[in-house]
T-cell receptor, first 109, second 114 residues
């Protein structure tokens, strides 16, 4: 079967760095997405990785290792507005997105 | 319209009733999707459409139907609602159905079936 695993909840301090991990087992791989979802709102796109390595975009970076079926999202200089759920999704062999349940990130002052 | 819209925002529905959730996008995207989101579970694909005139079944299609008469609109119909269909429904679109195309989401419809 297809499976995406990520921690249910994480807590971090304002100004710090946090890493949210995602492991996956899917039928085929056509890229991995990270989305941010604030409570009561729609998911919004953060990043896309299809090749191994690190993609940096401002305070957010995303890493992919295809051989390990592993990705992480790194958030630096945390701000209170970063409190949200972070969703990992893999594009499978049919180009359909398989979604993890999301990691709720709580930022404390 | 800017982006992707959904209607209604929320709805309480009696079991057995028929309901259509509306979704419209103005980005001229070819691909559109319907997901449901339940607490503790990831987004689950109900139906999708890679281009106007075509539709396909996702992971959880039972009890739902869709149509794609034109590029902009992708309505989702519950023929006879049941309580297990209580969920938040998101419509999304992407430029194409290829692997590197980010999906843009509508604001969601919160549906309660009693």
């Amino acid at each position: 079967g297809q499976n995406i695993d990520q921690p249910t909840e994480m807590t971090a301090t304002e100004g710090a760095i946090v890493q949210i991990n995602c492991t996956y087992q899917t039928s085929g791989f056509n890229g991995l997405f990270w989305y941010q979802q604030h409570a009561g709102e729609a998911p919004t796109f953060l990043s896309y990785n299809v090749l191994d390595g690190l993609e940096e975009k401002g305070r957010f970076s995303s890493f992919l290792s295809r051989s390990k079926g592993y990705s992480y999202l790194l958030l630096k200089e945390l701000q209170m507005k970063d409190s949200a759920s972070y969703l990992c999704a893999v594009s499978d062999s049919n180009y359909q997105l398989i979604w993890g349940a999301g990691t709720k990130l709580i930022i404390k002052p | 319209i800017a982006g992707i819209t959904q209607a209604p925002t929320s709805q309480i529905l009696a079991a057995g009733r028929r309901m259509t959730l509306r979704c419209t996008q103005d980005m001229r995207h070819n691909a559109m999707y319907w997901y449901r989101q339940d607490l503790g579970l990831g987004l689950r694909l109900i139906h999708y459409s890679n281009t106007a005139g075509t539709t396909g079944k996702g992971e959880v299609p039972d009890g739902y139907s869709v149509s794609r008469a034109n590029t902009d609109d992708f309505p989702l119909t519950l023929a006879s609602a049941v309580p297990s269909q209580t969920s938040v429904y998101f419509c999304a679109s992407s430029r194409t159905s290829g692997g590197n195309n980010e999906q843009f989401f509508g604001p969601g419809t919160r549906l309660t079936v009693l």
